[in-house]
């Protein structure tokens, strides 16, 4: 699914991150790693947002340097603290991203509505608050056909309903859809909403991956 060829990532001259030939099977992934040790970096640079040296493929042909648009397509990403034009409508934004996406029309009515977003997703994005910018950002990860999900701390600022939603979606995602999915948390996944997920673990490269 996720293939990565002679991954190297520098800030100036020191390395945050190195991978070497690696390929990582569909599925639901837990990046594991203190503070510091790139687990933010590696998935921003697998959603085409920070520039590297290698390269990083979808399913042996979809490239994120040579095929970027197609690439993009089929990974989605929502930020640890997300920022959006304060001028824009939470459902503008939706709108951008269905057609960035050639998602289906009414594709987001049904993410809207399981997180009670109907009363303020037609407010400017400037008057919304931490929790409504994270849901927001969540329902803008899951437009579209996307192969693959990257969600940076995910369960920060989010109700425990919420979180609930969240996992039915992912979930939902995976067995409907076979959409894999790549989280980054501090707070421990509910292994019970997500059984069979498997961890990556991160110093200064992809030591690890569990089974």
Wanted: net charge neutral; no cysteine; charged share 20%.
């Amino acid at each position: 699914m996720l293939q990565f060829h002679k991954f190297q990532k520098f800030y100036g001259r020191y390395l945050a991150l190195k991978i070497g030939d690696v390929l990582i099977e569909p599925g639901v992934y837990w990046v594991k790693g203190v503070n510091g040790s790139g687990k933010s970096t590696l998935l921003k640079t697998i959603a085409g947002i920070l520039w590297f040296d290698g390269d990083i493929l979808i399913d042996g042909k979809y490239s994120v340097k040579k095929t970027p648009v197609a690439y993009r397509k089929l990974v989605n990403f929502a930020d640890a603290e997300p920022l959006f034009p304060e001028f824009l409508t939470g459902k503008e934004m939706v709108d951008l991203f269905l057609y960035a996406k050639g998602a289906l029309a009414g594709q987001e009515k049904y993410f809207i509505e399981s997180m009670q977003m109907q009363s303020f997703i037609d407010q400017p994005i400037g008057a919304y608050s931490s929790g409504m910018l994270k849901k927001l950002s969540l329902i803008l990860a899951f437009i579209g056909n996307p192969k693959l999900i990257l969600l940076d701390e995910p369960l920060i600022t989010l109700d425990t309903d919420s979180l609930g939603i969240l996992y039915q979606w992912i979930l939902f995602m995976k067995q409907q859809n076979g959409t894999s999915f790549i989280l980054s948390s501090h707070q421990d996944l509910d292994s019970s909403k997500l059984s069979g997920a498997k961890e990556i673990l991160v110093e200064t490269q992809i030591l690890k991956i569990t089974s």
